[in-house]
């Protein structure tokens, strides 16, 4: 079994990414496999980039079908990464999945490869203005949340979301599951896909919050928190069902890479499972 680095004692201490080559190559690597690609906010040189890549399901009585029956025969996800600098894993898992292309044909992708390419600059979890990003979205005071979610209020909505992290305290790989309308859940699927390349954090207790076999299921309180995660925002105004991964940050790179690809193709897979293609 892979054994931990010990590097990240009080903090990201691992390997860091050039962030502007690491977009560079998204930016090759998407159209070629048939992404369009929106810039949704700029800094300097730095471009915020939404992917979409659409259904290729090609059943024709399911498209003439009811929008209920047309709705059914394709999934749509949001995918995003990047939101804390100091988490190099989510934007190179990124441009794993777009090169990799493994999507199921009946799924429509929305994916925001890097929401904080200034905090990667300087290897920091927050922006420059000292704002953790993924506690900005209930009253969002950062430039770089207010646009994400100025996009967001023009997308439909979403079947699923994943939001791709890393957590330098953890044991292994984890994630939390928000799913109140009790959908078939995916938890289990994603530990399951991701066991192989990875070790998962057995704790029972993550994050002050009780776990089991890397599951949280956390009770949330949508309107006592004032400093919203993305997730919250995504469960309140776009998707009913949708997973934070973390990836153990004190494991080697590449590994932290291959758990969060493993999980998202679990997850895409399992809900696309059964649609007419
Ligand atoms: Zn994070």
Same mark, same amino acid.
């Given at each position: 079994?892979?054994?931990?680095?010990?590097?990240?004692?009080?903090?990201?201490?691992?390997?860091?990414?050039?962030?502007?080559?690491?977009?560079?190559?998204?930016?090759?690597?998407?159209?070629?496999?048939?992404?369009?690609?929106?810039?949704?906010?700029?800094?300097?040189?730095?471009?915020?980039?939404?992917?979409?890549?659409?259904?290729?399901?090609?059943?024709?009585?399911?498209?003439?079908?009811?929008?209920?029956?047309?709705?059914?025969?394709?999934?749509?996800?949001?995918?995003?990464?990047?939101? #804390?600098?100091?988490?190099?894993?989510?934007?190179?898992?990124?441009?794993?999945?777009?090169?990799?292309?493994?999507?199921?044909?009946?799924?429509?992708?929305?994916?925001?490869?890097?929401?904080?390419?200034?905090?990667?600059?300087?290897?920091?979890?927050?922006?420059?203005?000292?704002?953790?990003?993924?506690?900005?979205?209930?009253?969002?005071?950062?430039?770089?949340?207010?646009? #994400?979610?100025?996009?967001?209020?023009?997308?439909?909505?979403?079947?699923?979301?994943?939001?791709?992290?890393?957590?330098?305290?953890? #044991?292994?790989?984890?994630?939390?599951?928000?799913?109140?309308?009790?959908?078939?859940?995916?938890?289990?699927?994603?530990?399951?896909?991701?066991?192989?390349?990875?070790?998962?954090?057995?704790?029972?207790?993550?994050?002050?919050?009780?776990?089991?076999?890397?599951?949280?299921?956390?009770?949330?309180?949508?309107?006592?928190?004032?400093?919203?995660?993305?997730?919250?925002?995504?469960?309140?105004?776009?998707?009913?069902?949708?997973?934070?991964?973390?990836?153990?940050?004190?494991?080697?790179?590449?590994?932290?890479?291959?758990?969060?690809?493993?999980?998202?193709?679990?997850?895409?897979?399992?809900?696309?499972?059964?649609?007419?293609?």
């Amino acid at each position: 079994m892979t054994q931990k680095l010990g590097k990240n004692l009080d903090g990201y201490h691992g390997e860091t990414i050039d962030i502007r080559s690491v977009l560079r190559e998204i930016e090759t690597a998407a159209p070629a496999h048939g992404w369009t690609s929106e810039i949704f906010h700029t800094h300097g040189d730095l471009d915020w980039i939404a992917l979409h890549r659409p259904s290729r399901s090609t059943s024709t009585l399911c498209s003439a079908a009811t929008e209920d029956g047309d709705h059914a025969a394709r999934k749509r996800i949001h995918i995003s990464a990047g939101i #804390h600098g100091d988490e190099p894993a989510g934007p190179l898992a990124a441009l794993k999945l777009i090169q990799d292309d493994r999507w199921p044909g009946n799924m429509e992708i929305f994916l925001l490869p890097c929401l904080n390419p200034l905090g990667f600059l300087r290897n920091q979890r927050a922006n420059p203005d000292g704002i953790d990003l993924n506690r900005d979205y209930r009253n969002p005071q950062s430039t770089e949340t207010r646009r #994400h979610i100025a996009w967001l209020e023009r997308q439909p909505q979403f079947d699923l979301y994943l939001c791709l992290h890393e957590d330098w305290e953890a #044991h292994g790989f984890y994630l939390y599951e928000t799913n109140p309308d009790e959908r078939t859940p995916l938890a289990e699927i994603m530990i399951a896909a991701v066991a192989p390349v990875c070790p998962v954090d057995g704790s029972e207790i993550i994050e002050g919050r009780p776990a089991q076999g890397g599951i949280i299921r956390p009770k949330i309180s949508l309107h006592d928190r004032p400093d919203w995660p993305e997730a919250f925002y995504h469960i309140t105004h776009k998707a009913r069902q949708g997973y934070t991964l973390e990836a153990p940050s004190d494991f080697p790179l590449p590994i932290r890479v291959n758990a969060l690809v493993a999980a998202v193709n679990a997850a895409v897979n399992s809900l696309t499972a059964g649609l007419m293609d």
